[in-house]
Structures are given as structure tokens and as C-alpha cells.
């Protein structure tokens, strides 16, 4: 079992930066692939980006073309904790985010291949 606890989320304005950050509990958890989705109501939830354990204190990233160039994942805190950084916000990245745990190395962009799901945090741009 893997427990996964965002925060982070606020107001912003367009052009400005946040960073959440996704706290994971449980055995292992730092060897979990560890992901961000987002949603909007009355649509999917989508990939964002995504970073799986390759080695001791090492991680391979990926991201989401909407999302390359302005927001970064990171692990922090031995692996344990899963960050993204976005910069150069837009209102269209207003959204409910959510943070997501994966078994394996691989680096999984859907839905159904993420075990463990945070309860979300809420992203507001404004322009």
C-alpha cells in the first residue's frame, strides 16, 4: 500500500509559478513510479508528467507536450516525495491535480496503469 498526499495548489496569476509537491508513505514507496495527472470537470483526466526509479538516488522523467519546456518532476526526500515545478503559467492549466503511484520503472502516461491516487489539489490561473 502506498499513501500519496499533495499540496501546493493556490491562485496564480497567468505568467506566474507554483509547485506542488506529493508526499508518499508505505514500504517502498520510493522505488514507486510517481506521476501528476490533471483534471478539469466535464473532462478526462489527463497525463502530465512522470518519473520512475532507475537507480539509487537516480530518476528518468517524461512529460506532456502541453507541459514541456514550463514544468519540471522531481523527487525529493530519498525518492519519497514527487514535485512539479510549473512555471509560465496559463489559465488553461487550471485544473484539479493529482498525484499517482505506479509499481515498475517504466514510465506509464495512462490512467489504469497508476495503483495509488492522492485526493488532488486545486490549480487556479488567472489572467
Known amino acids: 500500500q502506498v499513501q500519496l498526499a499533495e499540496s501546493g495548489g493556490g491562485l496564480v496569476q497567468a505568467g506566474g509559478s507554483l509547485r506542488l509537491s506529493c508526499a508518499a508513505s508505505?514500504?517502498?514507496?520510493?522505488?514507486?513510479?510517481m506521476g501528476w495527472f490533471r483534471q478539469v470537470p466535464g473532462k478526462e483526466r489527463e497525463f502530465v508528467a512522470t518519473?520512475?526509479?532507475?537507480?539509487?538516488?537516480?530518476?528518468?522523467?517524461a512529460s506532456a507536450d502541453s507541459v514541456k519546456g514550463r514544468f519540471t518532476i522531481s523527487r525529493a526526500d530519498a525518492g519519497n516525495t514527487v514535485n512539479l515545478q510549473m512555471n509560465s503559467l496559463k489559465p488553461e492549466d487550471t485544473a484539479v491535480y493529482y498525484c499517482?503511484?505506479?509499481?515498475?520503472?517504466?514510465?506509464?502516461?495512462?490512467?489504469?496503469?497508476?495503483?495509488?491516487w492522492g485526493q488532488g489539489t486545486q490549480v487556479t490561473v488567472y489572467s
Open positions: 499517482a503511484a505506479a509499481p515498475g520503472v517504466l514510465l506509464p502516461t495512462r490512467l489504469n496503469e497508476y495503483d495509488y
Open positions: 508505505g514500504r517502498t514507496a520510493n522505488r514507486y513510479t
Open positions: 518519473t520512475s526509479w532507475i537507480g539509487t538516488n537516480s530518476y528518468r522523467a
